[in-house]
């Protein structure tokens, strides 16, 4: 594993979140200027920002606009054509089912900090993003709602019945702005709805063989021989502690294994450990200590009762939970709450 080697996001997808910021008032170069970057190299069609870079822009945005539907507005803005050459070969798509396969392979051109899995049961497409590298919550909630609300507004446009209901699952909780969602009608938007963080849109009725206006297969190959060798930019991330650490943290009411994490990305557990403990420790160590974390932090902010934050944690049932939080900090979970100190 190359730990020097970061997944590269093109910056033309922050251009599009420029046309956010003006129309709020706003402008995209206080936005890069302020993340430390130059506005003129920002610009130049090549350009690319790493995972950590995009944290830093997204942070920068939410605090400069104060607003909580950053995502939404900007993916609204994204179109088909603002892939550059995949968006060329997603528009010459001669199905939508073709488009899902073909974004699917490379997605990595489009977001490489997530990854895209595409199934078809029959007449059903079960599409799935999940993260691929550590990034801070505020970009987490957000990207995934980019994603949410980019895909409804380009595929509406192939649909041979846009108004065909389909379903969206997000892991993140209700936003603010839930109310804006109805503007992605007829899709049926489901919030808490994974115990790890990802985003699967479920469609029974759309028709995924229709041919599209601008059906061209030639052009199709064309463009996916020249998005081949694109993809060699874009590299798997080094740190892989900090992303399962991410991916426990934001778990709810599970607690994922390692064979379940490792699928996610597309290798075998024995892999993932290895490069776990080539970096820091072992998976079962790193999951204890964040679920110990979680629990600590979970019994002093609030009231929640001691059994929800159990299953919340994913504890089969209180016992248990008291049994761990007790080997880990030498008292119990409620004697901690009432201020009983560590041994």
Same mark, same amino acid.
């Given at each position: 594993m190359n730990q020097a080697a970061r997944p590269l996001v093109p910056a033309r997808y922050f251009l599009l979140l420029g046309d956010v910021l003006a129309a709020a008032g706003f402008s995209l170069d206080e936005l890069v200027s302020a993340a430390g970057f130059d506005p003129c190299q920002f610009r130049k069609p090549d350009f690319t920002v790493t995972a950590e870079q995009v944290d830093n822009?997204?942070?920068?945005a939410l605090k400069m606009t104060g607003r909580s539907d950053l995502g939404f507005d900007w993916g609204r803005r994204l179109k088909l054509s603002s892939h550059d050459?995949?968006?060329?070969a997603m528009l010459s798509c001669t199905t939508i089912d073709q488009l899902f396969r073909l974004t699917a392979r490379y997605y990595g051109l489009i977001a490489p900090i997530f990854r895209m899995e595409y199934q078809r049961i029959g007449g059903r497409a079960v599409i799935i993003y999940r993260p691929a590298v550590p990034m801070r919550s505020e970009t987490l909630h957000l990207v995934l709602e980019v994603i949410a609300v980019s895909t409804h507004f380009q595929c509406s446009p192939l649909l041979t019945n846009t108004q065909s209901p389909y379903d969206?699952?997000?892991?993140?909780?209700?936003?603010?702005?839930?109310? @804006?969602? @109805?503007?992605?009608?007829?899709? @049926?938007?489901?919030?808490?709805?994974?115990?790890?963080?990802?985003? @699967?849109?479920?469609?029974d009725t759309w028709s995924l063989d229709a041919p599209l206006p601008m059906a061209d297969e030639h052009a199709v190959k064309m463009a996916e021989e020249r998005c081949k060798p694109l993809l060699q930019r874009y590299r798997e991330q080094g740190n892989w502690t900090d992303w399962v650490v991410m991916m426990l943290n934001e778990a709810e009411d599970s607690q994922p294994t390692l064979n379940e994490l490792a699928g996610i990305i597309g290798m075998s557990g024995r892999t993932l450990e290895r490069y776990l403990t080539q970096e820091s420790r072992g998976f079962r160590s790193i999951a204890i200590h964040v679920r110990n974390e979680r629990a600590l932090r979970l019994l002093r902010e609030g009231d929640m009762p001691i059994s929800q934050i159990a299953y919340r944690l994913g504890f089969t049932d209180l016992a248990n939970f008291t049994r761990a939080f007790r080997r880990e900090n030498g008292v119990s979970p409620s004697d901690f709450r009432r201020g009983g100190s560590f041994r």
């Open positions: 822009l997204i942070v920068h050459l995949l968006g060329y969206i699952y997000m892991s993140m909780e209700e936003p603010p702005h839930v109310h @804006r969602y @109805r503007e992605i009608s007829p899709a @049926r938007v489901h919030f808490a709805a994974s115990s790890l963080p990802e985003l @699967r849109i479920v469609a």
